[in-house]
């Protein structure tokens, strides 16, 4: 193969694109993870999740993907047999349902289309109906990376507190964290599960549990079997800044550099609002195109992915294959039953107004090669938009 100049654009929605800050960050000789200098690191670390999770609870920090983290919120919190109500939002929230079946728990699946998000009326009539309250969490994945769908976790904490139900609530940011609007205190949620390797910028191999009181408190009782992932060693050595086990030590020198970033010089706030921006010009881009956006309520689009539909008798994975040839960027693949029938756009992590143009412009070109009906006026869609976010207010008036 020959060499292909420039950058690999690395536009699934995770992993992401690594920041070469965050790269040299991890560039360092691996240190002793029991000496004087890793507490420090430990402890800067935890605090700075504690931020990006909005919670003054405990966060664990595991070295595994994402998948470790879902185990870990269900093994820590439930015993065998124990009924929990999950919500097929997609593939991951379908993949959680099929963990918890092999775990040994009783999972409810409500069954959705794949184009909305979690219902939090849905959720609550079923916990209004579990009067002997045999259902012992609730299980919702906020940002649904297979479809582009965010569900809306404040109503769904609403909807439980309405029902009366005491059941935990655990909710998946894996593609949400430090992308999206997520407040683990305020939300009233028991267990977030997040990972490395999409907003937070990192490569893959670290992965998080937020833990509220009630969550801890319910790990005492619970029976599942585990080991690995048991919060109550990680927390115990975690208090003087060490881990129970050896941590993934140059992730973590990632992680510090990453937190800066997101947390000290940017802002979390206009993270977020960044991400709203390119996911509004993504969508933009689509119905220009002509094409429609999976995702169908506004109030749930998603501001790091878009899945968009191929037109009938167009399939996805092959335009996916002329934009990789052609011009070497890579968008995520329809998974499972939206297989050949999507592709989505990530724009989620360490992105800008020129990435995002650079991945539309692949985008637009790759239709046209791969010989997909539409109109070619969606990266000027695109254009219009971020351009106006940047008009002055008196201009944008004007
Ligand atoms: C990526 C992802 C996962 C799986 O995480 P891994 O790191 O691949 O184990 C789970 N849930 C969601 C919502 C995801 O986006």
């Known amino acids: ?76 919190t439930l015993s065998p047999g124990d009924a929990v109500l999950m919500y097929e939002t997609g593939h991951f929230a379908t993949l959680w349902q099929k963990m918890a079946l092999k775990l040994g728990l009783r999972p409810e699946f409500i069954s959705g289309d794949w184009r909305t998000g979690a219902d939090p009326q849905a959720i609550e009539s079923r916990l209004r109906e579990d009067s002997a309250k045999t259902i012992k969490a609730v299980c919702v994945v906020h940002n649904e990376t297979s479809t582009g769908v965010v569900s809306r976790i404040a109503e769904v904490r609403k909807a439980m507190d309405a029902a009366k139900h005491p059941a935990l609530l655990m909710v998946d940011t894996i593609s949400s964290l430090a992308s999206l609007d997520y407040r683990h205190d305020e939300w009233g949620v028991d267990v977030t599960v997040g990972g490395s390797q999409k907003g937070l910028m990192l490569p893959p191999g670290l992965s998080f549990n937020a833990v509220s009181a009630k969550a801890l408190a319910a790990s005492k009782d619970a029976k599942l079997p585990r080991s690995f992932w048991d919060w109550h060693e990680m927390i115990a050595s975690n208090k003087d800044g060490y881990f129970p086990y050896t941590p993934a030590t140059n992730l973590l020198y990632g992680l510090r550099e990453a937190l800066a970033m997101l947390l000290d010089e940017e802002g979390l706030d206009n993270v977020f609002a960044r991400h709203q921006r390119h996911g509004e010009a993504t969508r933009r881009a689509a119905r220009a195109w002509g094409l429609e956006v999976l995702a169908k309520n506004p109030a749930e689009y998603s501001g790091s992915l878009t899945a968009v539909l191929m037109p009938a008798g167009h399939d996805a994975d092959r335009l996916r294959k002329v934009i990789l040839e052609n011009f070497d960027m890579s968008l995520g693949t329809g998974l499972s039953k939206l297989a050949g029938k999507v592709f989505r756009i990530g724009h989620l992590g360490d992105f800008n107004d020129l990435t995002l143009m650079g991945t539309l412009a692949g985008c637009e070109m790759g239709l046209q090669l791969a010989g997909v009906p539409m109109k070619k006026e969606g990266v000027q869609a695109a254009m219009d938009y971020l351009a106006s976010c940047h008009a002055s207010p008196a201009r944008a008036a004007a």
């Open 1 to 76: 193969m020959p060499r292909t100049a420039g950058r690999h654009f690395l536009q699934i929605p995770g992993p992401t694109n690594v920041p070469d800050r965050v790269l040299r960050a991890i560039d360092m000789p691996t240190m002793d993870h029991r000496g004087p200098d890793f507490a420090p690191l430990g402890k800067a670390v935890l605090e700075g999740m504690k931020r990006v999770f909005k919670t003054s609870s405990h966060v664990v920090i595991y070295p595994a993907s994402g998948t470790g983290a879902w185990e870990a919120a269900l093994a820590n």
